[in-house]
């Protein structure tokens, strides 16, 4: 046999300092896409209202070059909505993609894991339980930081749970999906028992939505995802090896065992942002890493498209659900409708990859 003819052709590599990586022409085409899609359908979300805006008009005052009539429109009622979708995008994403890769299972996600149910739980409780230390901590920490703090205990709990000599993905889907039962099960109790004004308010939290939000609501959450980010950036170079399993990665000097809780500790904290910032908004975590992963035609999900995936779906769902259906309704119904059929597929598709 021809030697020439075995021969496959060499990646190049990019050394930068003691870091060093593969370049991939065709992963950072796609990622550059996705990020200029993520900038278009933002800057379409703030532009769409009873007082539409065009594009140009748009991007020119996000510059500082708009009319000041625009300014106010954008600055202050427009832009706080459009840039919480993108950052929860960004967050679950990510979250969704890490969880993914440690647990080497695209089924696993911060919604199947329980992360965003016990959040939810947290938030229930704090608004349907009045009076006491139930009300105080409301008040003093608000609802959004309760929420964070649910869903990193419950992450937790899934974790230590899990952890027998190290984490095995289809234990950890399994056990979180029965931890997720019981918050759900937590929740609906306190919504049966809960006066009916308190249910109307904790439901409307609930579903998911970008209604109304703050200017202290999105800094929050964009400053907690950027720490995060940064975290993440640090260690994802080590999460590669992880996918060959926990002896190849401890012969390639990986510790393999504080790398992967360091990464599912920013994966729980960054759908705990996103949860405190727009609620529980579903399946963007587990839909995302996927999309971005066929569209790179990466082996596993890739952290950056993800996250700019997570934003497009995120804003462009709540895009949808302002302008092309009769009524406006939130945006977690519009990414439900889109997630429920591709977890089918991903079932289906594994079944019949267990069959072949």
Known sequence: MNETAVKRPVTPGVRVGRASFVWRPWM??????????AFLVFCLSIGVGDFPIGL?????TLFGQGERVDEFVIMDLRLPRALAGLVVGVALG?????????????????????ITGGASAVAVFLVTVSGGAAAAIADSVGLSAAALAGGLGTGLLVYFLAWRRGINGLRLILIGISVSAVTQAITTWLLATADIRDVARAQAWLIGSLDNRSWGEVWVALW??????????????????????????????????????????????????AVSAAGPVPFVALVAPQVAMRLTRHPTPPLVASGLAGAVLLIGADLVARTALPL????????????????????VRANLKRRM
């Open 56 to 60: 140009p008009q748009v991007i020119a």
């Open 94 to 114: 990510v979250s969704g993609a890490i969880t993914q890769s440690i647990a080497r299972n695209p089924l696993a996600s911060p919604d199947i894991l329980g």
């Open 28 to 37: 950072v085409s796609v990622t550059l896409l996705l990020a200029a899609a």
């Open 328 to 347: 406006t309704l939130p945006v977690g119904v519009v990414t439900a409708a889109i997630g429920g059929p591709f977890l089918v597929y991903l079932l």
């Open 224 to 273: 907690g995802a950027l720490a995060l980010m940064v975290v993440v950036s640090c260690v994802a170079f080590h999460l590669r090896p992880l996918h060959f399993g926990d002896d190849v990665a401890a012969g390639l000097g990986v510790r393999h065992s504080m790398v992967r809780a360091v990464l599912l500790l920013c994966a729980v904290l960054l759908a705990g942002v």
